[in-house]
């Protein structure tokens, strides 16, 4: 029997949570970072090794025909319907024993976000949504903040080293100049799902990868947010700034500096 999107739903938020508990298992302790650099501030550890290959091997053995791209080996797998993993986001809090680190996994129809589980297995929570069924934390319905001004507002500004300090710190300056409070949670996929769930106000990024965002986009739409076109100019190859946020604030955060308008609904 052909499998279904519903089929693929269950699988989706089934493996992030079988994923969770791998890398429960395999967190290091609290204390220096127990794992190498793939580039300045770039960390990877054994865990994610280890869970990109059992959510390859379990999607492969479930859905044959599908895509697989990982952030660890690349695209392994070709297919019309893909699915995206980031096996833990938020690998510099894991590699530290912290618990903010989540293991994120989308589905796509070409480039079109269809299916988002994100699940952080410290924090005891699994977010996730398909295109027009909902967003769900734990299985509660999630939607956006309904915060309108600026100078109530909380932001996350995610960082990495492939943007210059200059540009990171000329946004931040931009942010915290309109009143808002500022965050640095260390995890992309975590920073928007909570923009979903209403706990921030917006995410913003001056470069980010698919793997990071791939499952919130479609979490992110179907709570209402408002987010920038993330696959815009080869956003899905090469990355690209990024800006979510909740519908109250889009026009006060629009021409935030290295940033695109928070106006296009995610892709399709
Ligand atoms: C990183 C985190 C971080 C974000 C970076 C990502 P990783 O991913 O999501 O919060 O700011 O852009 O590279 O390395 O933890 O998978």
Redesign the pocket.
């Known amino acids: 029997m052909t499998a279904s999107i519903q089929d693929r739903v269950d699988a989706a938020i089934d493996l992030a949570e079988r994923a969770g508990e791998l890398a429960m298992e395999m967190r290091p302790p609290s204390g220096s970072a127990q794992a190498s650099l793939k580039g300045p501030q770039?960390?990877v550890t054994e865990a994610d090794g280890a869970v990109e290959r059992f959510l390859s091997g379990e999607l492969a053995a479930a859905f044959p025909a599908d895509g697989f791209q990982g952030?660890e080996g690349g695209i392994t797998r070709t297919g019309r319907l893909r699915w995206i993993v980031?096996p833990?986001?938020?690998?510099?809090n894991f590699a530290r024993g912290g618990a903010r680190?989540c293991v994120s996994i989308a589905c796509f129809d070409g480039d079109l976000p269809l299916i988002g589980a994100i699940a952080a297995p410290a924090l005891r929570e699994t977010v996730w949504a398909w295109r027009g069924g909902g967003a769900w934390l734990n299985g509660e319905a999630i939607r956006t903040a309904e915060t309108r001004d600026p100078a109530q507002a909380i932001m996350e500004v995610?960082?990495?080293r492939?943007s210059p300090d200059a540009d990171y710190l000329k946004l931040c300056g931009h942010i915290l100049a309109g009143g808002t409070s500022l965050r640095q949670?260390?995890?992309?996929?975590l920073?928007l799902a909570d923009v979903a769930a209403g706990r921030l106000d917006g995410y913003a990024?001056l470069?980010?990868?698919l793997?990071?965002v791939a499952a919130a986009l479609v979490i992110l739409r179907e709570a209402g947010a408002i987010v920038s076109d993330f696959m815009a100019g080869g956003g899905a190859t090469a990355g690209n700034a990024l800006i979510a946020c909740a519908p109250g604030l889009a026009d006060a955060w629009s021409g935030l500096p290295g940033l695109p308008r928070p106006g296009a609904i995610v892709a399709g």
């Open positions: 770039d960390w952030e980031d833990i986001d938020g690998t510099a680190f995610g960082w990495s492939r949670g260390g995890s992309g996929a920073g990024e470069h980010i990868n793997w990071d």
